[in-house]
């Protein structure tokens, strides 16, 4: 079978690792595979050396798939698509994520999908439409996405909460879902390779250190801004505690001149881009990871986190609570509560006992 997956970007992100594994895997079973991707640029890292290691995957990039809303970009990325599957022709069209969702599958049904082949799976691995951003804004994501939805066979959720909001937007039908969580290679967690001890040594982190650990990219909505604002006055009350911050991204520069403003520097740690395989290593530097994302899908880092025996705090949003169970293995807390996540904090830092009853909870 000839199976054409279509992403926006190719960033170090849990979609786009998802992704890359849906390909590998149907790669390693005998199918032709290929993944077609916008531009890469930025601070965000890229998976596409991980692409063609791999060798059984065609990458395919293109020059108009941007995630921005571009009216003319966009037209000419619907023709880009259009040619590039009537070229490809393959069984399958698989979109991942708003851009690549709407446009790769008008361009899929265009080209044969209305009348069966391709076939076009759509994959949700977060939802364009959100609190946060402006009604006007929203309403032209809804309105594209029950476009798109009208234009594809199947929709895979990758939680139970994508479907729900999808379907209370009018999105699609209950017959073209179906849940599929993220896909995640769980060895390296289970068995990072490095002593905590080693990881913390290179981090320069002491041993009696307590470290709050975030995985992610610097960026809007990630809550990087709400772990400062919540936990400023018990850092410095606290030396021993620290902030390890695991990524990189747009918003990098800002963040990290707050973190000087507030005389905070030996207490926030940033790693900048970490390479997917040494995160699991980072992960067994930590006491707590926590999750202060305002929107996700399915937050990768969170069971993989569990995976590596770290409790966790994590904004109650979207698909978290389907891998974060309050009380049991972590703490959900409302989005944006400042106060709820500051108490949440002191809670795991004052409950040695119960933060590793948790943990190996969540791991088992």
């Not at 995957?57 to 966009?74: C, N, V």
């Not at 520069?253 to 973190?259: D, E, I, S, Y």
């Amino acid at each position: 079978m000839r199976i054409l997956h279509i992403s926006t970007r190719l960033i170090l992100g849990g979609s786009q690792e998802n992704t890359v594994l849906s390909c590998e895997g149907q790669a390693d079973a005998g199918h032709d595979v290929a993944l077609a991707f916008g531009p890469i640029y930025g601070p965000e890292g890229s998976l596409l050396e991980r692409i063609n290691k791999h060798g059984g995957i065609e990458p395919l990039p293109t020059r108009f798939l941007e995630r921005e809303l571009k009216p003319l970009t966009d037209l000419r990325c619907y023709y880009e698509l259009k040619k590039l599957i009537h070229d490809w022709q393959p069984d399958i069209v698989h979109t991942h994520s708003s851009k690549a969702g709407v446009i790769g599958r008008a361009a899929a049904w265009k080209v044969g999908g209305s009348k069966g082949k391709p076939g076009v799976i759509h994959t949700i691995h977060g939802l364009p439409y959100h609190p946060y951003q402006s009604a006007r804004k929203n309403k032209i994501y809804i309105a594209a996405e029950r476009f798109a939805a009208r234009r594809c066979h199947a929709i895979v959720s990758v939680a139970d909460a994508m479907t729900k909001q999808s379907l209370d937007a009018g999105v699609g039908h209950p017959r073209q879902y179906v849940t599929i969580r993220s896909g995640m290679e769980t060895e390296k967690f289970l068995n990072p390779g490095k002593t905590r001890e080693k990881i913390r040594s290179e981090l320069n982190l002491n041993t009696d250190d307590l470290v709050f650990g975030t995985v992610a990219r610097l960026a809007e909505l990630k809550g990087h801004d709400d772990l400062l604002d919540a936990l400023q006055e018990d850092l410095r009350a606290n030396p021993h505690w620290k902030l390890l911050w695991v990524g990189d991204g747009w918003w990098a520069q800002r963040l990290l001149k707050r973190v000087r403003d507030m005389n905070l520097e030996n207490q926030v740690i940033h790693t900048g881009l970490v390479a997917p395989d040494r995160v699991p290593e980072m992960m067994q530097a930590m006491d707590v990871l926590i999750h202060p994302s305002y929107r996700e899908g399915l937050p990768r880092t969170v069971p993989q986190a569990l995976l590596s025996g770290v409790p966790v705090i994590a904004y109650d949003v979207d698909g978290t609570r389907e891998v974060c169970i309050d009380g049991k293995t972590g703490i959900l807390v409302p989005p944006g509560d400042l106060p709820a996540l500051r108490e949440a904090v002191n809670w795991m830092a004052d409950h040695d006992k119960e933060r590793k009853e948790w943990a190996q909870t969540g791991r088992a």
